[in-house]
């Protein structure tokens, strides 16, 4: 198969990166590639839909990668695990990967793995460039359920239309879970028994980088891996409900200018010119003509490390970086590409177990439960598709309502020229409404 071929193909079936971000999957594919990085890091605490993955598809997973190798040209597939979960993996599979392009690397169980600066380095020790790309040292990275979603396009013809989720936090019972895109996350947890929701909050994504939920509004999208429940009191929460002008009057306060969150940054440590302090001090002290304060808050990854870890007077760093960060990406500033030689020689004595990230979090008692794979048919009456679930411009729709549409049709569609994908319809029904933020499908 020709690349642009399996770029056409990629793009029309919505494949984008499942977790995170959402990067549309065909603009990562080029034949600049060397080796391919699989994320299995599973980073955060309490998420668990690559588990199931690999216990049940390892070997669709093998067979997806043999397929990108060949059409990219790339040399090697490296599949990012850490050691505790390799009992994760078939025996039989990964002995039958001896002696091929493809391969797994033990990763340490530290946070943040599944940063693709970190993750690269773990499994091919080169380093991403300061303000590049992972193609930057010829390496695509890859979700694994994005690689599955690859697989499902293939061999049976769908495009994305459902997600893996896990369900957990303060729960009796915790699940995996195959839904529609565009279900209401509302309607999601009542199905599955989560009902008694009275002093809890949600938070779409893992408890360090993932955001509130609005329970009546929000819907499962093509990036939503986890829907995790918290006592409404628990510092996952408040630290996300807290206002910015709390937060910056907090630090202006109480910081001891100790430099601490940038000495145990993740980013910093891999040579990056980041000092998370100087853009603590900058933004809460209205320091306006510290510009390299402010411009190099475009390195942080939000992974939260400075406030959960580093900090001693309980400030956050992390939301004020990336409160800087998202000023910087409205104004189209982009940091010039700077090659980074070698990592810091102390980063080997501060890398952060992902045991005390949980301790310092508060999520030991969350822990230890078994995440069962439940796989029940969901069948909403009604989806509300969003039209921008990826990085890039919306899709726009080629739908319009009273249309009918069958599960799999596409019902939008990113201009070619822009960076975006598609999306489809996730049930069988009547479009009931078309607007440039969601398409909703009536089951009929």
Not at 148 to 160: G, R, S, Y
Not at 285 to 290: G, Q, W, Y
Not at 367 to 389: A, C, H, L, N, W
């Amino acid at each position: 198969m020709k690349l642009d071929e399996l770029q056409g193909l990629i793009f029309n079936a919505g494949i984008v990166g499942a977790g995170g971000a959402g990067f549309p999957t065909h603009r990562k594919l080029s034949e600049k590639t060397e080796i391919i990085v699989v994320n299995a890091a599973e980073c955060e605490p309490l998420m668990m839909v690559d588990h199931h993955i690999y216990q049940k598809h390892l070997h669709l997973i093998v067979e997806t990668l043999n397929m990108l190798l060949d059409t990219l040209g790339a040399k090697q597939a490296i599949i990012g695990i850490k050691g505790k979960n390799m009992y994760l993996l078939d025996p039989k599979v990964v002995a039958a990967m001896e002696g091929t392009r493809i391969s797994v690397k033990e990763i340490p169980d530290i946070y943040p793995a599944g940063d693709e600066v970190i993750l690269t380095y773990e499994t091919t020790g080169r380093i991403i460039p300061e303000g590049g790309i992972p193609l930057d040292v010829g390496v695509m990275v890859s979700n694994t359920e994005t690689l599955f979603n690859i697989w499902k396009l293939f061999n049976e013809d769908t495009p994305v239309v459902e997600k893996y989720v896990t369900i957990g936090g303060d729960t009796d019972r915790d699940v995996t879970v195959k839904v529609p895109v565009g279900m209401k996350i509302k309607e999601l947890l009542t199905a599955c028994g989560y009902t008694d929701l009275k002093g809890k909050r949600l938070i779409n994504g893992g408890p360090m980088m993932g955001k509130l939920v609005d329970i009546e509004n929000d819907v499962v999208t093509k990036t939503t891996k986890g829907l995790l429940i918290f006592p409404e009191e628990h510092e996952v929460i408040m630290s996300r409900i807290r206002p910015m002008s709390v937060t910056l009057k907090r630090a202006s306060a109480a910081c001891c200018n100790c430099h601490m969150c940038s000495d145990i940054c993740p980013r910093h440590l891999m040579g990056y010119d980041i000092n998370v302090h100087k853009t603590l001090r900058a933004a809460s002290h209205s320091e306006v003509t510290n510009a390299d304060s402010f411009l190099q808050a475009s390195l942080c990854c939000g992974c939260g490390v400075c406030s959960v870890i580093a900090c001693q007077q309980m400030l956050d760093p992390q939301a004020i970086s990336m409160s800087v960060k998202a000023e910087l990406a409205k104004q189209g500033y982009r940091r010039t590409p700077k090659k980074i030689d070698a990592v810091r020689p102390e980063r080997a004595g501060r890398l952060v177990p992902s045991k005390l990230l949980a301790q310092r979090l508060g999520l030991r008692r969350f822990m230890g439960k078994t995440v069962v794979r439940d796989m029940r048919e969901f069948s909403p009456d009604k989806v509300y598709i969003p039209t921008r679930q990826h990085v890039g411009a919306p899709a726009v729709a080629t739908v319009k309502v009273g249309d009918s549409v069958q599960r799999g049709d596409m019902i939008a569609k990113t201009p070619e020229n822009l960076l975006g994908t598609t999306m489809h319809a996730s049930i069988s029904g009547k479009v009931t409404e078309v607007t440039p933020e969601r398409i909703v499908i009536e089951r009929i």
